[in-house]
């Protein structure tokens, strides 16, 4: 069993940053890719981020370019920095780990997950 606990999310202007942390309650993230994923009332579960244990890193498309995924091994801490936030960004967001990196943007492939932090984005 993995364990992980997301913060930092909160209520934030449109055009504003967040930074979402999530540790893993590991030794070691060794092997892991570490995802994001967001949900918003009434939709699916989208993909955001990932970050494979290898540095490859995915992101969906409508975060490109203003979200940034990174993970600090030694800390077992993945991170979420979002910048230029929308209202369209509100949702829940979680933190998940799989124990390999196929299919990454798939929110099934993904074994263990957080209990997600709300983030809003007011126009």
């Known amino acids: 069993q993995v364990h992980l606990e997301e913060s930092g999310g909160g209520l934030v202007q449109a055009g504003g940053s967040l930074r979402l942390s999530c540790v893993v309650a590991?030794?070691?993230?060794?092997?892991?890719?570490m995802g994001w994923f967001r949900q918003a009332p009434g939709k699916e579960r989208e993909f955001v981020a990932t970050?494979?244990?290898?540095?490859?890193?995915l992101y969906g498309d409508s975060v490109k370019g203003r979200f940034t995924i990174s993970r600090d091994n030694a800390k077992t801490t993945v991170y979420l920095q979002m910048n230029s936030l929308k209202p369209e960004d509100t949702a829940v967001y979680y933190c998940?780990?799989?124990?390999?990196?196929?299919?990454?943007?798939?929110?099934?492939?993904?074994?263990?997950w957080g209990q997600g932090t709300q983030v809003t984005v007011s126009s």
């Open positions: 998940a780990a799989a124990g390999n990196s196929d299919d990454a943007k798939n929110w099934r492939k993904y074994a263990y």
């Open positions: 590991r030794r070691s993230l060794s092997g892991y890719s």
């Open positions: 970050a494979s244990w290898v540095g490859s890193i």
